[in-house]
């Protein structure tokens, strides 16, 4: 396989529009999207022929406006190239105006009240900053989406909003340190997948796993992860079948698929790409979503993204590695050899930590759904509690400029090793902590809240508007001031100071560092409509609305979407959770008990003493759970009867979390110690050691 001849084979990208287009056109494109000017018809008219001909050629017979409402998924309506001729032939045709432009039903999609159900027109608008691209025979034009009346109803548009934001205002830095040839800043991302594969055949037994993606019953397996063989081990054949054709797949699409490896649980795994453009990574994070759970269905298997499908072993994350970095090749967030010399990186750095410390509320919020709460806070994922992990020399750097003191510089030790065949090599200046949910590490932060089946788009609209919001006031101060290297270390001591609180090196998981985030004022927002009153703040309105990201229209209705998404996945649960219970662990249980009860009987006839028989100790154990069982399946059932019947939907959402999900972990908790009882021939299920140890 010649890999650098595989990868991109159906993306219509810079290569093959040089190729096709005229050089008046091309250059005209690129001005277009430089300048971000209106898109002329003529050029869209070319761009348009040339695509069509370059897809054709490639097997496509359809194209579609690839788009991501608010649902998190991508979305995409389907229209064949063919147009009738007068003779009754056709010919293959596709306009400048059907590339620019497309509609959809957005009243079919969430838009949290901005669209009525009547009103249904919606626009579809060509992204010519990111490539199209060939997926299942059809030609796929990334595109934003609003309703008829303008306002937003995807998650691609505040995106792109946010990166024009963060490079107008990171330029307005570099311009004052003395940097006259960048362009533009490009904020950059490297999305970091964790997944777990299942056995389609024990999948299509469990009906949680069905409806909800995760398991909504399970007690733990004899082995979980606790020898910690699972991580970077040896792949299975069929592990690494899947990994192979996956590969291929993305290549194919021009996705950089770099890293793949086992992660800590048994049958979670990871793929992680090589950075590239914001905009480009998110894009390529939806199509990688999607073409595991297709690839991983030709191998007899089930992708599961649920945050948290397993109760007891690490749930799955992403990554979102984020940066900054000018258009000349320089990395914004790279210290250099004497970073407390760098003034322009530690502006930059005091930016980002004013900004995460001042908006820890929007960070949580961008992390925020019911998947992600059942993850977030347990031993394997950061907290919901922000904070910034700088690591050792940056952390020194910013006490000695709080303390107004000389930095004297870290020596950097070499690694020994202690075999003379074997080469030193130099430590790193810090060690990496990966219990914080915002690490510097290096050249970029890491910020690793972000669930598994999110799209990334949300998080990183929020970390380059509160940076480049900062940013907008550290310019003003500079352009301002008389002595610029005086107010650049004002500005630094200023923003180190009042925000240290949010650096933190030591263990995110430790109950400890609760208590002492508490004291220090930061917050601890467990769950999802814990988070949601934050968003709509008015201070936070007032930030969006100064940024141009968010109309408070628009705000409140990306609110109302998460309420009811969360209100919908819960009910979802319980009525699985309940059907299950009545249907299949009931039953079983039953049936079990009648056939202990039966054997009593039998060693009764015969004569044989059963006060201390096994069988006895088993079913006065089982009668015990099972009336538990019963007692908590009726106080669900009761209580999902009684959900308010109201319109309001935040009353809605808090009876869900306070009243709901205690009911179902009580079911649960009896349900999974029944399942440790009864015979595993009668249980109606595949359990964890079936589903986790069966690839």
């Known amino acids: 396989m010649n890999i650098p001849e595989l990868f991109g084979v159906n993306v219509f990208n810079d290569k093959e529009m040089k190729k096709r287009l005229s050089k008046e056109i091309y250059e005209s494109l690129y001005s277009t999207i430089e300048q971000h000017k209106d898109l002329d018809i003529k050029i869209a008219n070319e761009v348009a022929s040339a695509m069509k001909d370059w897809a054709i050629e490639h097997g496509a017979t359809h194209y579609t406006h690839w788009f991501q409402p608010l649902t998190g998924l991508t979305a995409e309506k389907h229209d064949s190239f063919l147009s009738p001729q007068p003779d009754g032939t056709v010919i293959m045709d596709f306009s400048g105006k059907e590339l620019i432009k497309g ?24 992204d010519p900053t990111s490539y199209a691209f060939i997926k299942d025979e059809s030609l796929c034009i990334p595109t934003v989406f609003c309703s008829y009346t303008g306002e937003m109803l995807d998650k691609k548009t505040p995106l792109l909003k946010s990166i024009e934001l963060i490079s107008r205002e990171s330029l307005r830095i570099v311009r004052l340190f003395g940097d006259n040839e960048t362009k533009r800043i490009i904020p950059t991302v490297g999305a970091e997948q964790e997944y777990f594969l299942v056995d389609k055949k024990l999948y299509d037994k469990r009906k949680d796993l069905i409806f909800t993606g995760r398991t909504l019953f399970g007690a733990n397996a004899p082995k979980g ?23 291929e797949e993305l290549w194919k699409i021009g996705v950089y698929a770099k890293t793949e490896h086992n992660e800590v649980a048994p049958s979670q795994h990871e793929l992680a790409p090589v950075y590239c453009t914001t905009n480009t990574a998110t894009d390529h ?85 019911p998947g992600n709460d059942h993850r977030l806070g347990g031993n394997e994922a950061p907290p919901a509690i922000v904070s910034v992990y700088l690591g050792g020399e940056i952390e020194e750097i910013v006490k000695c400029i709080i303390e107004g ?90 923003t180190f100071t009042a925000h240290s609180r949010i650096i933190f090196s030591g263990n995110n998981y430790s109950k400890e560092w609760i208590e002492e985030a508490k004291r220090r004022g930061l917050l601890n927002l467990k769950s999802t409509v814990d988070v949601l009153p934050y968003l709509v703040s008015q201070k936070n309105v007032k930030f969006f609305e100064r940024n141009k990201i968010f109309t408070e229209k628009e705000l409140h209705a990306r609110c109302e979407i998460v309420y ?22 009931l039953p079983a249980v039953l049936k079990y008990s009648g056939k202990l009860a039966q054997s009593l009987v039998s060693k009764q006839k015969i004569g044989i003493d059963i006060s201390d028989d096994p069988a006895r100790i088993s079913l006065d154990r089982i009668s015990r759970l099972s009336k538990n069982l019963s007692t908590a399946i009726d106080v669900l059932d009761n209580d999902m009867t009684q959900c308010p019947g109201t319109k309001d939907i935040v009353k809605l959402a ?41 690839i």
């Open 103 to 126: 509609e959809s039903d957005a009243s079919s999609f969430p838009s949290g009240g901005v669209r009525a159900t009547f009103e249904a027109r919606g626009y579809t608008a060509w």
């Open 654 to 694: 808090c009876y869900f979390n306070s009243t709901i999900i205690p009911d179902m972990d009580a079911v649960r908790e009896n349900a999974d110690k029944l399942e440790t009882i009864v015979d595993s021939s009668d249980w109606p299920f595949p359990v964890y050691s079936d589903l986790m140890f069966n």
């Open 564 to 585: 009811e998404n969360y209100i919908k996945t819960l009910n979802i649960e319980a009525n699985t959770m309940l059907d299950m219970a009545k249907r299949d662990i």
């Open 285 to 369: 994070n939806q199509i990688t979503m999607e073409m595991m759970k297709k690839v991983a269905l030709r191998h007899g298997m089930v992708c599961l993204l649920h945050e948290k499908p397993f109760n007891g072993v690490n749930g799955s994350g992403k990554h979102n590695n984020w940066s900054l970095g000018t258009d000349t090749g320089i990395n914004l967030f790279k210290p250099g050899k004497n970073p407390y010399e760098n003034k322009q990186f530690l502006i930059f750095l005091a930016a980002v930590l004013r900004a995460v410390d001042e908006h820890q509320d929007l960070l949580r919020y961008s992390v925020a759904s």
């Open 225 to 247: 992860q606790e020898l910690e063989d699972h991580y970077f081990g040896v792949l299975k054949p069929r592990v690494k079948a899947f990994m192979k054709e996956l590969d």
């Open 405 to 494: 003191v000389e930095y004297d510089g870290v020596k950097v030790d070499k690694i020994r090793t202690g075999v003379n065949i074997l080469p030193d090599f130099k430590m790193d200046t810090a060690d990496r902590n990966r219990t914080s949910p915002f690490a510097f590490t290096g050249n970029k932060f890491e910020f690793r809240m972000p669930g598994s089946s999110m799209s990334i788009s949300t998080t990183n609209v929020i970390l380059n508007t509160m940076t480049a919001d900062v940013l907008r006031e550290f310019s003003d101060r500079l352009e301002k001031c008389r002595d610029f290297t005086a107010e650049v270390n004002n500005i630094l001591k200023e």
